[in-house]
């Protein structure tokens, strides 16, 4: 169940990103050596799909940072008319490829559904954009605290922002101000 603060995504009409990502919201990555198989299990959907055969027989388990292969799937699932331009990036589990999806947004612009590329200490982070505050970015993605989730991103982290092409852009598109509640997030491995 998504925290009071952020129930009113569940009224929201679309993005369809939004809406996927919504539908996984508190999936968990399992203990220790064991795997969850809904996470195993998108990277076999994208495998099937033709979309993960650069990962065929790679991601295996969920310790494996997986914040991309969340946005992956999230992209595959709102991609309904199958256009090639909304596909996941080929290497989708490097978050920092995900600078290259969509369309270019200035930094000061995101908005309801975009999706935000982080850089962090060893690497990055990708997850979709549902609001901000004076100082963070409320983002809504994977291997967050190892569960799909909301977490406040620091802005001083963000590497860019990338719009889905969109054929018709939805209404609500939208910069989303937010007020500032719980930690910044400091490392999403």
Known sequence: MLPAQ???????????MIIEALKQ?????APGAADNPK?????????????GRVYAGVYRHDAIPWCGLFMAIVAHRANIDRRPERNPPRLY??????AAFGTSV?????????????????????GLYVGHDASAFHVLGGNQSDRVTISRLS??????????AYRVQPGNIRPIPLSASGSLSVNEA
Do not use: M, N
Request: no cysteine.
């Open 155 to 164: 802005k001083q982290r963000l590497v860019a922002v990338r719009r889905p």
């Open 6 to 16: 952020y129930r009113w995504l569940e009224a929201e009409p679309g993005p369809r």
């Open 106 to 126: 200035p930094k000061g612009a995101a908005a309801l559904g975009d999706v935000l590329v982080f850089k962090r200490k060893g690497g990055g982070h990708v």
């Open 93 to 98: 589990l490097s978050a920092l490829e995900w």
């Open 25 to 29: 919201y508190g999936t968990l990555e």
């Open 39 to 51: 996470i195993i299990g998108w990277q076999d959907e994208l495998e099937a799909a033709g979309l």
